[in-house]
């Protein structure tokens, strides 16, 4: 089992930054693909950004078209830790932001890949 707890949500104006965290604990996640959501009411969760382990020490990312260029996933395996580094948001980006855990090898790009996900933390984009 793996528990996921997200941070550093909050309120942001256009063009802001916030760094988000996920830290997982139940075991170590160092070849777990990993993964950030994001869900507005009213519309199914969507696929933000994954990274994924490929080789020791080297990991492959993945971005939505919506995000890329503002948007940067990193881990810290050390501190059995995922970030989302968001810079440049906008208004649409405001939505609660899940991260997730999926089994080693998977690409990570589509929600029923994962199998284990944290409560969410709230992003609030004002314009």
């Known amino acids: 089992q793996v528990q996921l707890v997200e941070s550093g949500g909050g309120l942001v104006q256009t063009g802001g930054s916030l760094r988000l965290s996920c830290s997982a604990s139940?075991?170590?996640?160092?070849?777990?693909?990993m993964g950030w959501f994001r869900q507005v009411p009213g519309k199914e969760r969507e696929f933000t950004a994954a990274?994924?382990?490929?080789?020791?020490?080297?990991?492959?990312?993945d971005y939505a078209d919506s995000v890329k260029g503002r948007f940067t996933i990193s881990r810290d395996d050390a501190k059995n830790t995922m970030y989302l580094q968001m810079n440049s948001l906008k208004p649409e980006d405001t939505a609660v932001y899940y991260c997730?855990?999926?089994?080693?090898?998977?690409?990570?790009?589509?929600?029923?890949?994962?199998?284990?996900w944290g409560q969410g933390t709230q992003v609030t984009v004002s314009s």
């Open positions: 997730a855990a999926a089994a080693f090898g998977r690409n990570g790009v589509t929600a029923d890949e994962y199998d284990y």
């Open positions: 139940g075991r170590t996640i160092s070849r777990n693909t």
């Open positions: 990274v994924r382990w490929v080789a020791v020490r080297q990991y492959v990312a």
